[in-house]
């Protein structure tokens, strides 16, 4: 357990606005994570941070942008949301020195 | 990307039988990781193969590395309600990140 929040942990919203996802650690890990989870696709990486101000695109990083001015916060942004958005978002963080990810309870964002 | 196969997709059984849930890549992999999760939470780590042909117990967990390092085997004996869950595979990339298969639905019935 590695301390993770993820908030909202629910959320819906219309097309075309904008939503920004948070996560929260509290054990100091250097390396987060943004997935999203759809059904008969795991979860697929959007972007991730390999420290403060250091972040890059992961594999469906189209569409979301990330921040990450302090250790502990990881945000999320879809610009303009969208319907194929819609979906369970997860954190996720790592120690340099392992390859085991620390999950968050999950966000289901629903766009309409 | 460089795909992981998960088979199969959903499998549903009765408390006490045994199964079977395959990870399967064209690519050799440095390492693979079982994941399971429960419905409303995020994954959780049950273990990291490493070496060809590794095998590891976890309770009534097995699991296997394939010698050629391109695939890999979860085997739960005796299988109980408490086992319900989503079980993922994953193998590592660059910079730690995760590569995921399409997870296995498995549904234990008392």
């Known amino acids: 357990d590695a301390g993770i929040t993820q908030s909202p942990r629910h959320k819906v919203t219309e097309t075309g606005t904008p939503v920004t996802l948070r996560c929260h650690q509290t054990?100091?890990?250097?390396?987060m994570y943004w997935y999203r989870q759809d059904p008969g696709h795991g979860l697929r990486l959007i972007h991730y941070?390999?420290?403060?101000?250091?972040?890059d695109k992961g594999e469906v990083s189209d569409g979301y942008s990330v921040s990450r001015s302090k250790t502990e916060d990881f945000l999320l942004t879809l610009e303009s949301a969208t319907s194929s958005q819609t979906s369970v978002y997860f954190c996720?963080?790592?120690?340099?020195?392992?390859?085991?990810?620390?999950f968050g309870p999950g966000t289901r964002l629903t766009v309409l | 990307t460089q795909l992981l196969e998960q088979s199969p997709q959903f499998l549903s059984i009765q408390e006490g039988e045994n199964l079977t849930v395959y990870c399967n890549s064209s690519?050799?992999?440095?390492?693979l990781q079982w994941y399971r999760q429960e419905p409303g939470e995020g994954p959780v780590l049950l273990v990291t193969?490493?070496?060809?042909?590794e095998v590891k117990k976890l309770k009534r967990l097995t699991f296997q590395f394939g010698d050629a390092r391109k695939d890999s085997s979860l085997h739960i004996t005796a299988a109980q309600p408490g086992d319900t869950g989503l079980y993922l595979c994953?193998?590592?990339?660059?910079?730690?990140?995760?590569?995921f298969g399409q997870g296995t639905t498995l549904q234990v019935k008392p």
């Open positions: 996720a963080t790592r120690t340099p020195s392992t390859d085991t990810q620390y």
């Open positions: 054990e100091n890990h250097r390396y």
């Open positions: 941070s390999y420290g403060v101000k250091d972040t």
């Open positions: 690519s050799v992999f440095s390492s």
């Open positions: 193969v490493v070496t060809g042909g």
């Open positions: 994953a193998r590592s990339g660059n910079t730690g990140k995760l590569i």
